[in-house]
């Protein structure tokens, strides 16, 4: 912390954030004397995969500390594109050897993989496409400030983006957890 602060004094950077702490990580950072405050956590966070919303985000809610979420897509397990019992599509991370040692098995499952699939009519009601579902969830929390979209192409870019400002109800948010209640982890 003592490093991190001399940074932001000289200027080479203006904010401090961390990536993937603990909450007694982040409380003992918080309790040091004249440091540098964090301004940003960064954990894996999706409909899938909600342990953050337990201990980190209230301890960083209650210290100023916003959310900048990674893999919101669930490592792309959310966009609906990997079907139970069929192999990843070719041009698919998940059929990457390079790419697919990222893969967590608590995702990539038959299991999620088929509670995946029931949330397209969820999406297809909304007049939304999975990605711009899953993100939109991710957005309704206002501690998340933004979410590290890992796009390989442009389109998916666009598609992303129209996710931004697309409000879920209460009862579109209780699909989605009835749906995903046996595979969600936290």
């Not at 960064?42 to 809610?61: D, G, I, N, T």
Request: hydrophobic share 45%; net charge negative; with cysteine.
């Amino acid at each position: 912390m003592t490093a991190l602060t001399e940074v932001v004094r000289q200027g080479k950077a203006r904010y401090i954030g961390f990536s993937e702490w603990s909450p007694q990580q982040i409380q003992a950072a918080l309790n040091l004397p004249d440091v540098e405050r964090f301004v940003s956590s960064q954990p894996q966070y999706s409909m899938l995969w909600r342990k953050p919303e337990a201990q980190v985000f209230p301890l960083c809610a209650a210290n100023g500390i916003s959310q900048i979420v990674w893999s919101p897509l669930a490592q792309g397990v959310l966009t609906g594109k990997y079907q139970p019992g069929q192999a990843p599509p070719p041009d698919s991370r998940a059929a990457s050897e390079k790419m697919n040692s990222f893969l967590m098995e608590e995702l990539f499952n038959e299991r999620t993989l088929t509670a995946v699939q029931k949330l397209k009519p969820i999406a297809q009601d909304l007049g939304l496409s999975m990605p711009q579902l899953a993100l939109a969830w991710i957005l309704r929390d206002e501690r998340v400030s933004s979410a590290i979209i890992g796009a390989s192409r442009p389109e998916q870019i666009v598609d992303n983006a129209g996710a931004s400002g697309v409000h879920l109800d209460t009862d579109v948010l209780a699909a989605i957890d009835q749906i995903l209640a046996s595979v969600v982890q936290r």
